[in-house]
């Protein structure tokens, strides 16, 4: 039997057609003297800590077991419910991943609760707009600050009450008569109104085609979208995503897996899908524990604290840890060259089909030397590490393979619960996003793109359509964009993602572009953006790129300059940089060596894909300044947005061949 059949037909304790309070209640009773959560003491004012759950010491990391998480979740339920949360009300969770956000999430699903999702950094508006669309009648917040900008919108919400995590300051204790609580108070509500029978028959009540959670998407494209997610969605998708990573009788020993003895740390926005589906749902259904970082700036930290085997995240956090790791390793001189003759045997070795003796040696030299270090610096444990939400630059996945920290790559969507494809254990592609998970299938629309437009393409490309267990149904109160997400055929309903795919032949994926970010220059070629913004994923002196062209005659690109190591770079020259950034990115030398950047990433690509013009621009792309999302995708409207002047600086010089350059002194300002 092909590991493809296996796990197909896999089944154990842990798959089942289920709610999720039900799948919650099944891993209790299979794991219920096992950790289930870590968390960190002085970081929060938790309401619940001392009263409900033993507070951590600072800095420092303590665990809950699974029946105790359940005692926890069973009494929030009831809380809840004596608030007035009844079947198919929807409430608002707002806050940062954390223990609490699990709790509540399990606990108002098994209240019977629809769970809408706001990220962290929302803005007001943003608060208002994810509260009013679902007709929210409640919601969690983590501290006073969000509790504060629920307030300064509520008058226009028909809200019932606002829960806050942890404890608030004088002027809002003792308001429950205004609907305002800590969430210690609805535990005690709880508590003094749980009764078991009750609570489960809120549970037997239930059914899998109810609706679940509204996940509403990151709003790149517009107004967000409020995704309607069924038990049945979600609980599919840990099924299929379960299936290929399951400890299953096929699978040889040095193979990794999910099981009770997975440790995972928790940081990506429980408010997404992604992490909500694969780092909660399919960490607790498996009987994993899951730890919660402090946030993504102390991860290193967290890591060698916790010692996790799994890790999910997404690219741009996997480019910043290697930034860290590379910078630790380069602290002198000998250190940095014996890392980057490190890195280059990594890459020869994972790129040889049969690596000979001399290779294979060089290997274990690099791993005794440099990546057992870095392995060491992440905890020492870690066996399988997700990437999904945006592609992976292929370079940086085969650095981290040869480090011995594999990484599989997938795709989703909000709208497939979401995991649609991942790189098998067994046979990992690195360059591709995987195979189709098991019960999911896949077509591509070729007449999408013109087939001449990537004759190096092997397989079909187009766009990428979906159906599945785990596909939504569509969109809250939106039947008109319902309508647009979805084309029928002779084979059913398809989900239509956007996105331009090549399937090959072997079945493997291969992302291209997000079908409305594909550039289509005026020559009539088409441009992915993703793969040449990728490219520079690894570069020791660009830290972020843009590419731009659609409509113009050739491809351009903003650069955000790693500062720091230009710095170094010019130090080891003799060259004296100014102290401004801004000045620092219009400085001739600065874009000279830039440019030689440039050309040697222009080398992997076709004449009309390579970057013949280039600005440097002084401010990096971050969720804090709007340019990406809290998934850290790029907010291309707001990039072209803040950098209109130095887009059009690139199409004024009439030679696109020459060299590239930087934004003029107005043009940065």
Same mark, same amino acid.
């Given at each position: 039997?092909?590991?493809?059949?296996?796990?197909?037909?896999?089944?154990?304790?842990?798959?089942?057609?289920?709610?999720?309070?039900?799948?919650?209640?099944?891993?209790?009773?299979?794991?219920?003297?096992?950790?289930?959560?870590?968390?960190?003491?002085?970081?929060?004012?938790?309401?619940?800590?001392?009263? #409900?759950?033993?507070?951590?010491?600072?800095?420092?990391?303590?665990?809950?077991?699974?029946?105790?998480?359940?005692?926890?979740?069973?009494?929030? =339920?009831?809380?809840?419910?004596?608030?007035?949360?009844?079947?198919?009300?929807?409430?608002?969770?707002?806050?940062?991943?954390?223990?609490?956000?699990?709790?509540?999430?399990?606990?108002?699903?098994?209240?019977?609760?629809?769970?809408?999702?706001?990220?962290?950094?929302?803005?007001?508006?943003?608060?208002?707009?994810?509260? %009013?669309?679902?007709?929210?009648?409640?919601?969690?917040?983590?501290?006073?600050? /969000?509790?504060?900008?629920?307030?300064?919108?509520?008058?226009?919400?028909?809200?019932?009450?606002?829960? $806050?995590?942890?404890?608030?300051?004088?002027?809002?204790?003792?308001?429950?008569?205004?609907?305002?609580?800590? &969430?210690?108070?609805?535990?005690?509500?709880?508590?003094?109104?749980?009764?078991?029978?009750?609570?489960?028959?809120?549970?037997?009540?239930?059914?899998?085609? %109810?609706?679940?959670?509204?996940?509403?998407?990151?709003?790149?494209?517009?107004?967000?979208?409020?995704?309607?997610?069924? /038990?049945?969605?979600?609980?599919?998708? #840990?099924?299929?995503?379960?299936?290929?990573?399951?400890?299953?009788?096929?699978?040889?020993?040095?193979?990794?897996?999910?099981?009770?003895?997975?440790?995972?740390?928790?940081?990506?926005?429980?408010?997404?899908?992604?992490?909500?589906?694969?780092? /909660?749902?399919?960490?607790?259904?498996?009987?994993?524990?899951? =730890?919660?970082?402090? $946030?993504?700036?102390?991860?290193?930290?967290?890591?060698?604290?916790?010692?996790?085997?799994?890790?999910?995240?997404?690219?741009?956090?996997?480019?910043?840890?290697?930034?860290?790791?590379?910078?630790?390793?380069?602290?002198?001189?000998?250190?940095?060259?014996?890392?980057?003759?490190?890195?280059?045997?990594?890459?020869?070795?994972?790129?040889?089909? $049969?690596?000979?003796?001399?290779?294979?040696?060089?290997?274990?030299?690099?791993?005794? &030397?440099?990546?057992?270090?870095?392995?060491?610096?992440?905890?020492?444990?870690?066996?399988?590490?997700?990437?999904?939400?945006?592609?992976?630059?292929?370079?940086?996945?085969?650095?981290?393979?040869?480090?011995? &920290?594999?990484?599989?790559?997938?795709?989703?969507?909000?709208?497939?619960?979401?995991?649609?494809?991942?790189?098998?254990?067994?046979?990992?592609? *690195?360059?591709?996003?995987?195979?189709?998970?098991?019960?999911?299938?896949?077509? *591509?629309?070729?007449?999408?793109?013109?087939?001449?437009?990537?004759?190096?393409?092997?397989?079909?490309?187009?766009?990428?359509?979906?159906?599945?267990?785990?596909?939504?149904?569509?969109?809250?109160?939106?039947?008109?964009?319902?309508?647009?997400?979805?084309?029928?055929?002779?084979?059913?309903?398809?989900?239509?993602?956007?996105?331009?795919?090549?399937?090959?032949?072997?079945?493997?994926?291969?992302?291209?572009?997000?079908?409305?970010?594909? &550039?289509?220059?005026?020559?009539?070629?088409? #441009?992915?953006?993703?793969?040449?913004?990728?490219?520079?994923?690894?570069?020791?002196?660009?830290?972020?790129?843009?590419?731009?062209?659609?409509?113009?005659?050739? #491809?351009?690109?903003?650069?955000?300059?790693?500062?720091?190591?230009?710095?170094?770079?010019?130090?080891?020259?003799?060259?004296?940089?100014?102290?401004?950034?801004?000045?620092?990115?219009?400085?001739?030398?600065?874009?000279?060596?830039?440019?030689?950047?440039?050309?040697?990433?222009?080398? %992997?690509?076709?004449? /009309?894909?390579?970057?013949?013009?280039?600005?440097?621009?002084?401010?990096?792309?971050?969720?804090?300044?709007?340019?990406?999302?809290?998934?850290?995708?790029?907010?291309?409207?707001?990039?072209?947005?803040?950098?209109?002047?130095?887009?059009?600086?690139?199409? =004024?010089?009439?030679?696109?061949?020459?060299?590239?350059?930087?934004?003029?002194?107005?043009?940065?300002?």
């Amino acid at each position: 039997m092909s590991w493809r059949q296996a796990e197909r037909e896999y089944t154990d304790d842990v798959t089942g057609m289920t709610t999720i309070p039900r799948l919650f209640a099944e891993t209790v009773e299979r794991n219920a003297d096992r950790p289930a959560q870590r968390y960190k003491g002085g970081i929060y004012d938790r309401s619940l800590a001392g009263p #409900v759950v033993e507070a951590a010491p600072d800095g420092e990391f303590t665990e809950i077991t699974y029946d105790e998480m359940a005692k926890v979740v069973r009494r929030l =339920a009831a809380g809840f419910h004596e608030l007035g949360v009844e079947a198919g009300d929807r409430v608002a969770i707002f806050g940062d991943t954390r223990m609490e956000w699990a709790q509540s999430d399990f606990a108002l699903l098994s209240a019977g609760a629809v769970v809408t999702t706001i990220y962290e950094s929302s803005s007001e508006a943003q608060v208002e707009y994810l509260l %009013d669309d679902p007709d929210a009648t409640g919601v969690v917040v983590e501290n006073q600050d /969000h509790l504060e900008r629920v307030l300064s919108v509520a008058d226009g919400l028909d809200l019932e009450f606002i829960v $806050s995590m942890d404890e608030l300051d004088q002027e809002y204790q003792d308001r429950t008569d205004e609907g305002i609580y800590t &969430l210690a108070e609805v535990h005690t509500l709880g508590e003094r109104a749980f009764d078991p029978d009750v609570f489960e028959g809120w549970i037997d009540e239930q059914e899998v085609d %109810d609706l679940a959670t509204l996940i509403y998407t990151s709003g790149t494209t517009g107004q967000p979208k409020g995704v309607k997610l069924t /038990h049945r969605n979600l609980r599919a998708n #840990v099924n299929q995503t379960y299936r290929r990573y399951a400890p299953r009788p096929d699978k040889t020993a040095d193979l990794p897996t999910l099981d009770t003895d997975t440790d995972t740390v928790s940081f990506l926005p429980l408010a997404h899908v992604y992490e909500r589906t694969v780092g /909660h749902f399919l960490m607790f259904a498996v009987g994993a524990t899951v =730890a919660y970082a402090e $946030s993504t700036d102390t991860l290193k930290d967290d890591f060698q604290a916790v010692r996790p085997t799994a890790s999910t995240s997404v690219p741009r956090v996997y480019e910043k840890m290697y930034d860290a790791i590379r910078e630790q390793a380069q602290e002198s001189d000998i250190k940095a060259r014996i890392f980057e003759w490190a890195t280059e045997v990594s890459k020869s070795y994972q790129q040889a089909q $049969s690596p000979g003796i001399g290779l294979r040696t060089k290997m274990k030299i690099a791993d005794t &030397l440099v990546f057992s270090d870095v392995r060491d610096a992440l905890g020492g444990n870690i066996e399988i590490m997700n990437s999904g939400g945006g592609t992976l630059s292929p370079d940086l996945c085969r650095l981290y393979h040869g480090m011995g &920290l594999p990484i599989y790559e997938g795709y989703g969507l909000t709208e497939t619960s979401p995991v649609v494809s991942t790189n098998p254990a067994e046979d990992t592609k *690195i360059g591709t996003i995987g195979l189709p998970l098991p019960d999911v299938e896949v077509k *591509i629309d070729t007449s999408v793109v013109p087939r001449q437009q990537f004759d190096d393409a092997m397989g079909k490309i187009g766009e990428l359509l979906v159906q599945g267990p785990n596909v939504a149904e569509g969109y809250w109160e939106k039947p008109e964009a319902t309508e647009e997400a979805f084309v029928e055929d002779e084979d059913g309903r398809w989900f239509r993602t956007g996105d331009i795919v090549q399937q090959r032949p072997d079945d493997y994926l291969v992302f291209r572009e997000r079908a409305k970010q594909l &550039l289509v220059l005026s020559t009539g070629k088409n #441009v992915a953006p993703a793969p040449i913004e990728d490219a520079f994923a690894s570069n020791q002196l660009v830290e972020q790129c843009f590419v731009v062209g659609d409509g113009r005659k050739f #491809v351009g690109a903003l650069l955000v300059p790693n500062v720091e190591r230009v710095r170094e770079w010019a130090d080891g020259e003799g060259i004296d940089l100014p102290d401004d950034t801004g000045e620092l990115c219009r400085d001739e030398r600065v874009v000279e060596r830039i440019q030689r950047e440039v050309d040697a990433v222009n080398e %992997d690509f076709e004449h /009309h894909e390579q970057i013949k013009q280039f600005r440097l621009v002084p401010i990096e792309f971050t969720e804090d300044n709007d340019l990406l999302t809290p998934t850290m995708k790029k907010k291309r409207r707001n990039i072209f947005d803040m950098y209109a002047d130095e887009i059009e600086s690139i199409y =004024a010089d009439p030679d696109p061949d020459a060299s590239g350059g930087a934004a003029t002194p107005a043009e940065s300002e």
